[in-house]
């Protein structure tokens, strides 16, 4: 199981860069949600460093096990009162869409005395059931999240809408590119790095269109069989 692990994620790494060769390259970062400590490590060989999880409890129960061998960013929709949890072990919140989750994350890292990269998630389809801002309000939500000395605001990050085939999203990650490029380019835009959109089924599309990390879990680890939890 660990060397198809180690065989899937290669071929997708390679895919990915082939994809994302105009733009330079592409961080393909697997999800783990779900997926056990072993099967993870296994990536270590790959030159994996940084990996994906949805849950912060599930993040918390891993740390121990994967014994520092990779940073943790958190992707899934965040309640307030995980930043605690968070503010002691992450080093990046790919989630960040409210002023309020600014607010805890600002707070537990002023006890930690830490800082934390951070990502502002973008409703990029306006999906009323998904987070994220509007790409509209990107450069006011910037501007406010300057506010959090203990943050630093280092990419964009999108779950693109659901759509029938892959290339039905290219639209969407065109526009996150040139919201990407945009918000940059803008005053206090300068530590803007990343962008994070594209996951198994769209990878490849987002990679082209400009992606700077894609985040894998099933097309690395396999189709998933687990029930809803809530955090």
Excluded at 105 to 129: F, H, M, V, W
Excluded at 168 to 182: I, P, S, T
Aim: proline share 3%.
């Amino acid at each position: 199981m660990k060397e198809e692990i180690l065989r899937r994620y290669r071929a997708i790494y390679e895919s990915v860069q082939r994809a994302s060769g105009a733009w330079g390259g592409c961080e393909v970062m697997p999800v783990t949600k779900t997926v056990e400590a072993e099967r993870i490590l296994c990536l270590k060989d790959a030159g994996v460093r940084r990996i994906g999880e949805n849950r912060v409890q599930e993040a918390m129960e891993k740390q121990e096990a994967l014994s520092g061998a990779f940073d943790f960013h958190i992707i899934g929709r965040m309640q307030t009162n995980k930043a605690k949890y968070v503010a002691k072990f992450a080093s990046c919140v790919q989630s960040l869409d409210r002023i309020e989750l600014a607010e805890a994350l600002q707070r537990a890292l002023s006890r930690e005395n830490r800082t934390l990269e951070a990502y502002i998630e973008i409703n990029i389809g306006k999906d009323p059931a998904k987070a994220g801002v509007f790409k509209e309000d990107a450069h006011a939500f910037l501007k406010a999240l300057a506010a959090y000395e203990n943050l630093r605001i280092t990419g964009l990050m999108t779950v693109a809408p659901i759509v029938e085939e892959p290339e039905d999203a290219r639209k969407y990650f065109k526009e996150m590119r040139m919201l990407f490029d945009d918000v940059r380019n803008a005053p206090g835009g300068e530590n803007i790095q990343n962008l994070s959109m594209g996951m198994s089924k769209d990878c490849l599309i987002a990679a082209e269109e400009g992606a700077t990390i894609v985040r894998v879990g099933s097309a690395i680890f396999g189709a998933r069989n687990y029930a809803p939890q809530k955090e």
